[in-house]
Nanobody, 123 residues
Framework: QVQLVESGGGSVQAGGSLRLSCSFS????????MGWFRQAPGKEREAVAG????????YYADSVKGRFTISQNNAENTVYLQMNSLKPEDTAMYYC????????????????WGQGTQVTVSS
């Protein structure tokens, strides 16, 4: 089981930026794709972004393309989500996730999850 720890959430005004970090305990076949999901109150959890560890391929939900950027630091076993031009509808709990493969919008069928970090965007 891969341990995932998120950090970097907070409250910002619309148009602002935040960077989320996810530290993972190890690289394995179950964590080849790392990424982010989010869940707003009363809504289903949705994929946001994904990246293959050690590769350049990235994947994004349509709602965040052009605003969010996922990246990695392999030396530190960390994945980042840079969020720019934030909107009130981006308000959600954001979860780091690990999966064997990526879908077009993030990790496919995550095996492991972080505890989540709250992002709140005010208008």
């Amino acid at each position: 089981q891969v341990q995932l720890v998120e950090s970097g959430g907070g409250s910002v005004q619309a148009g602002g930026s935040l960077r989320l970090s996810c530290s993972f305990s190890e690289y394995s076949w179950t964590s080849r794709c790392m990424g982010w999901f989010r869940q707003a109150p009363g809504k289903e959890r949705e994929a946001v972004a994904g990246i293959y560890i050690g590769a350049s391929s990235t994947y994004y939900a349509d709602s965040v393309k052009g605003r969010f950027t996922i990246s990695q630091n392999n030396a530190e076993n960390t994945v980042y989500l840079q969020m720019n031009s934030l909107k009130p509808e981006d308000t959600a709990m954001y979860y780091c996730a690990a999966a064997p493969t990526c879908a077009t919008d993030g990790p496919r069928g995550p095996r492991d999850w972080g505890q989540g970090t709250q992002v709140t965007v005010s208008s």
